[in-house]
């Protein structure tokens, strides 16, 4: 991939703590809006969640949220951090990957800020974003990152200039195997209460284990054959919901658990981070924390208001990337709605 | 258990620990799937049992195809323990770094034609990482740890293990990932030959493509 990113020149003109950046995030069911200044502090942080009525998410309807609720979301963050839009210095925006209409949405609110303000702009890539968000609550400095979330599961760590991959799905994400569970099962959507949230809850009082299909194949691993392996079982009828669900959870996170592991013995990092929306699981969070524990490597939980996709995420390694010469002009900010992570230089990690 | 202790620890890994130990005067490694506590109990013993009782076989498989692997001397199925003969070497994880660039493109066609070999003979190894192979102190390269290997003779099946090892190669060797892939599919066609070899890389380029955020994925 050629680069994009131009020098900026006249960075060193601006003063540490007067200088903002609006960050949005728009790739999926979110519109998210945040704030964080240049020294890394997280002064705002809101967002919109789109709720489809049925099913997963309209890309179509999703993005038409999005565009209705910007207004709203951008004063919330203006007037949380006390700041007008006069006062921003950056806007970064989540460029991708992710669905395309929702991404075109963000993206264009972006250029519009960016061209009315005359600030610079800078385009995200946003699995970084979670990594780089997980790294800055929680200071852990160089981590194996497992990264899962409704369209994302990624074990990667830092080598030679670049985030590696170093396993990831080979079909589905995990999260959207646990919501397209859910679903079958009747399960609904409601703010505040993530379709993980409730499958949560049920499988903490499942007690029977029905084993299903297990694939790990090197350090990738596969969710499709498990997902239809439990919904086959789910609409049999033969067994309690909350066992299906406990069992679910319990296959796919020692999956993901297993190829953490082999990433963490492979690369002697010392430190473990959750990040991504699933990290808010709790019995996830504790299987992660005994591998850590017993290749004494430090375990980090990104926040739960930062696990989901959100503003802050964004706007904080949009300082990174502009404080280290990045900089993206309106001309060369397309959405990338295919950018793998390891296709990103990030200069700003020695 | 209490014997393991008094071992010598050489490596814990992941998924198991190698103990370097004496057998019946010989030098050997006793690989060890030890519980692992984040998982349930039930799921546990069936990933151990399974691996443990598979690896040997497929090791044993792919020394019938002629590439060399750690002699089985000991099955311990209730323990999820294999004895097995200490190879001396370098892990080629380590040497790839090292060597010069002729020195790595042979090693690499070296390491095709193994992977070719024990394809043609209907086993996928699993996890064709660096640190699964070992120049030998006589110039042959081992390969170790068939725990998630299989037999299967399906075009899926070859296609994911080398993709999975390019994988690999572009994660721990990123400076080198290229050249060294391209040199194993280099050995490797010398094996498979003609038009099965061909079928294997198309069936790569699908694989890769089906990945996510690839862009060269079909709509």
């Known amino acids: 991939m050629p680069k994009k990113e131009k020098m900026h020149e006249g960075l060193e003109m601006k003063k540490p703590a007067e200088t903002y950046c609006l960050g949005i995030e728009s790739t999926a069911d979110d519109f998210g809006v945040g704030l964080a200044t240049f020294n890394g502090e997280i002064l705002a942080n809101a967002s919109s969640g789109y709720v489809p009525e049925e099913g997963g998410i309209h890309p179509r309807e999703a993005a038409r949220h999005h565009a209705e609720a910007a207004d709203a979301v951008l004063r919330e963050v203006l007037s949380k951090a006390g700041i007008t839009h006069r006062d921003l210095t950056l806007i970064a925006f989540s460029q991708g990957p992710g669905l395309g209409p929702c991404l075109r949405t963000g993206a264009t609110v972006a250029r519009v800020l960016s061209a009315y303000l005359d600030v610079p702009l800078v385009g995200v890539n946003h699995s970084i974003a979670h990594i780089e968000i997980g790294k800055l609550e929680t200071g852990a400095l160089d981590p194996v990152t497992l990264y899962v979330s409704g369209g994302n599961t990624i074990v990667s760590a830092f080598d030679s200039g670049r985030y590696r991959v170093f396993g990831e799905t080979l079909d589905i994400a995990l999260g959207n195997c646990l919501d397209v569970f859910a679903r079958e099962a009747g399960l609904k959507h409601r703010l505040g209460m993530p379709l993980g949230a409730a499958l949560e809850n049920l499988a903490a009082n499942g007690k029977k284990l029905v084993l299903l299909p297990y694939v790990v194949k090197g350090m990738d691993l596969s969710l499709s054959g498990l997902l239809t392996a439990a919904t086959t079982l789910l609409h049999k009828g033969e067994h309690k919901l909350e066992d299906l669900c406990y069992s679910l959870q319990e296959h796919a996170f020692s999956m993901v658990t297993e190829v953490t592991e082999r990433a963490l013995a492979h690369t002697e990092k010392k430190e473990v981070l959750l990040t991504g929306g699933v990290a808010s699981n709790r019995r996830l969070q504790s299987m992660l924390g005994i591998i850590a524990e017993e290749h004494d490597a430090q375990f980090n939980v990104v926040p739960r208001q930062f696990a989901t996709d959100n503003g802050a995420m964004i706007a904080w390694t949009g300082v990174l990337s502009y404080t280290h010469g990045i900089v993206t002009p309106i001309e060369e900010s397309h959405v990338k709605l295919r950018w793998r992570l390891e296709k990103v230089e990030v200069p700003w990690i020695k | ?219």
């Open chain 2, 1 to 219: 258990m209490d014997k393991i202790d008094s071992q010598k620890l050489i490596k814990k890994g992941a998924e198991a620990s190698l103990y370097l130990t004496d057998w019946h005067e010989k030098k050997v490694v006793i690989k060890a799937r030890l519980p692992k506590k984040y998982r349930p109990k039930e799921l546990d013993e069936k990933i151990r049992n399974y691996r443990t009782a598979h690896e040997p076989q497929l090791m044993h498989e792919a020394k019938k195809a002629g590439v060399p692997t750690p002699t089985i001397f000991l099955v311990d199925m209730k323990n999820a323990e294999i004895t097995m003969e200490f190879v001396k070497g370098k892990q080629v994880k380590q040497l790839l770094g090292m060597i010069s660039k002729k020195e790595r493109q042979e090693l690499c066609i070296k390491i095709g034609e193994l992977v070719g070999k024990i394809h043609k003979h209907g086993v996928i190894h699993g996890d064709l990482t660096t640190s699964n192979m070992i120049l030998g102190i006589e110039g042959k390269i081992f390969l170790v740890d068939f725990g998630l290997g299989e037999k299967n003779t399906e075009l899926e099946a070859r296609g994911v293990d080398l993709h999975l090892m390019k994988r690999a190669l572009q994660s721990t060797h990123c400076q080198f990932a290229e050249e060294c892939f391209e040199a194993v599919l280099k050995g490797y066609s010398t094996v498979m030959g003609g038009a099965e070899v061909e079928k294997v890389f198309d069936k790569i380029r699908e694989i890769e493509r089906r990945g996510r955020y690839v862009a060269e994925r079909k709509k």
